[in-house]
């Protein structure tokens, strides 16, 4: 078995974002030359995620609305009386609670074995921010 590790990185630029990051995993997938195994998309921070889900822009426009009503950023947190980086972020904690910080997808025959609407989002809970990291593991066999 084969295990290769890369990194994306990304900056966001709105405070709640939601970016497709399938295009990058494919290329970084094609690139390692495992055909047949598992790829691990995961997130380095406690404030964005890692989520299958549909690319539909109405759908992604209900996402954002979603999410930013689940957890008000103006909210009365505790976390935000003393937060350790100065940023009011308890809003991205607590809905960070109810998302997944990685996910693991089949590869077959080199391709990602998603459904016919699914894609890989890296959602942004807490930006914008000019570096955010996600660390992928490729294993598997050529």
Not at 41 to 70: G, Y
Not at 99 to 110: C, F, H, K, Q, V
Request: net charge negative; with cysteine; aromatic share 4%.
């Amino acid at each position: 078995m084969k295990i290769v590790r890369h990194r994306i990185e990304l900056v966001t630029t709105a405070p709640i974002e939601i970016i497709d990051i399938s295009a990058q995993i494919r290329d970084i997938v094609a690139g390692s030359g495992i055909s047949n195994g598992l790829v691990t998309a995961s997130c380095l921070h406690t404030t964005a995620r890692i989520n299958v889900n549909e690319r539909e822009d109405k759908l992604m426009q209900d996402m954002l609305t979603f999410l930013k009503r689940f957890a008000p950023r103006d909210g009365d947190y505790l976390h935000n009386l003393a937060p350790i980086d100065g940023r009011d972020n308890a809003h991205a904690h607590l809905i960070g609670l109810f998302m997944n910080s990685s996910e693991t997808i089949p590869l077959a025959d080199g391709a990602l074995v998603l459904g016919e609407w699914q894609s890989v989002f890296f959602i942004e809970l807490d930006g914008p921010r000019p570096k955010r990291g996600i660390e992928l593991q490729i294993m598997g066999q050529s």
